[in-house]
DNA sequence: CAGAACATGTAACCGGTTACATGATTTT
DNA sequence: AAAATCATGTAACCGGTTACATGTTCTG
């Protein structure tokens, strides 16, 4: 279901995209929260078309076909967005990593976590500069803006768990040397 | 892959857990990077135990089978910890949610993104309430405790960019109503 | 004794990933 | 002319979810 959802959200933000558009903004933006790969992407765009979710709008070179959310895509959209609880659930394999670096003896983990936060850092100091290079654009462009904001939100929290978690074992490893 | 990990990490943290208690665990504090459900799990386990990283310790009344990491265990466990590059993706429904909101005309999307927030702020109050109930417990078991932790600052990050976006909307609004 | 909690498993289905497959246009 | 990029699709496989299926022990 979601996969539809982000389709129709990147359709909505920016009318007018190929399925090799929506694969590029899959891989950039949209990867933050949901990523996804062509090979998913057409087939469900396929299935958005016969479902008058949404439409082919214009046929270019190449094969290319760009499509338009319509009307009945548009409040699909918009019932999902204002309707029913999403699932809370995430799975994040860099979290779990994270959440079980404390096993380690405190020698092995407090470098592992250091190490960590700092590439945390590094990518947020480059979303950070992504962000400031471009000025904040008008209402519907606006949408990548924020979810920049998002992405670095996440990842600046990842750091400084790993920051205060590595503080912390260093503290008790300190004051305990078992 | 990543199945395998979070059940020798669960292990290793606090040996002598049956597949029921994992699935506890696993709809607990791991929920919160790593959910699984008890029919994932005990294929899993019965896979970890046929190639020598876990063993059944004992079986209890009730059909209950208790494991154990074994050393070979603990060592893939250490290796996947030290080694190699974890992938960064992660998909989550709730996220997507906030990120499509701006779409929304501002009269619909500033009430929606003032709602999730206070709903993320809840979900903070009851973790760190949770939290607080317990002394810091000592080394092994401490883990759940940084586990609550990194949830409750994933959780905060979404909190903080909902009321942040909330506010850029209302005030975007003021100054240009469309 | 009934219902809740403990305890383990299997099977069908679905969403997502990787790999396969093909061809057109642009750039060097 | 070759290589890169644009562009769309399909198929096999795998991990995860939902639902099915069964039996035991404890608690009220």
């Not at 699909?76 to 380690?104: Q, V």
């Not at 670095?152 to 074992?169: E, H, N, P, S």
């Amino acid at each position: 279901m979601s996969l539809r959802i982000a389709l129709l959200g990147a359709l909505a933000a920016n009318d007018g995209l190929s399925g090799y558009d929506l694969a590029k903004t899959f891989d950039g933006s949209l990867s933050y929260v949901w990523p996804a790969r062509h090979s998913q992407i057409y087939p469900e765009l396929a299935k958005l078309a016969a479902d008058g979710l949404a439409s082919v709008s214009e046929e270019g070179s190449r094969g290319r076909k760009v499509y338009a959310i319509t009307e009945n895509g548009r409040a699909t959209l918009a019932e999902w967005l204002t309707g029913a609880e999403p699932s809370r659930s995430i799975r994040s394999e860099a979290s779990l990593r994270l959440f079980l670096l404390p096993l380690l003896d405190p020698s092995q983990a407090v470098p592992l976590l250091r190490r960590e936060a700092e590439r945390f850092a590094a990518q947020v100091r480059d979303l950070e500069a992504t962000r400031d290079l471009h000025e904040p654009p008008t209402a519907p462009g606006r949408n990548g803006w924020y979810a920049l904001d998002l992405g670095i939100g996440q990842l600046a929290a990842l750091r400084d768990w790993a920051t205060a978690t590595a503080d912390d074992i260093e503290r008790l490893a300190a004051a305990d040397p078992a």
